[in-house]
């Protein structure tokens, strides 16, 4: 069982940066595809980025593409996701999921998730 803790979640101005970080528990965290979701009020959760447990394939919604950046640590059993020029329409709750099958977009695939952490940007 892998359990997920997000942090680095804040309030920014348009145009501005955060780094999200994703720190996971158990030994098997390397064998994990990992992906950041985001759920507007009043919206689905939807995809932001994924990355393969080797870190050979990352794949990003074309919404965040160019802006933000996947990355983990898999000696130290975390995930950052680096994001830059942040947009109003970047507000979410971001969550942090492990899917032990797939590096894909589809959250119904993700086996594990964290409780979220906002972002909030101002325009």
């Known amino acids: 069982q892998v359990q997920l803790v997000e942090s680095g979640g804040g309030l920014v101005q348009a145009g501005g940066s955060l780094r999200l970080s994703c720190a996971a528990s158990g030994r098997t965290f390397s064998t994990y595809a990992m992906g950041w979701f985001r759920q507007a009020p009043g919206k689905e959760r939807e995809f932001v980025a994924a990355i393969s447990w080797s870190s050979v394939n990352t794949y990003y919604a074309d919404s965040v593409k160019g802006r933000f950046t996947l990355s983990r640590d898999n000696a130290k059993n975390t995930v950052h996701l680096q994001m830059n020029s942040l947009k109003p329409e970047d507000t979410a709750v971001y969550y942090c999921?492990?899917?032990?099958?797939?590096?894909?977009?589809?959250?119904?695939?993700?086996?594990?998730w964290g409780q979220g952490t906002q972002v909030t940007v101002s325009s």
């Open positions: 999921a492990a899917d032990h099958s797939y590096t894909g977009r589809d959250p119904f695939t993700y086996d594990y």
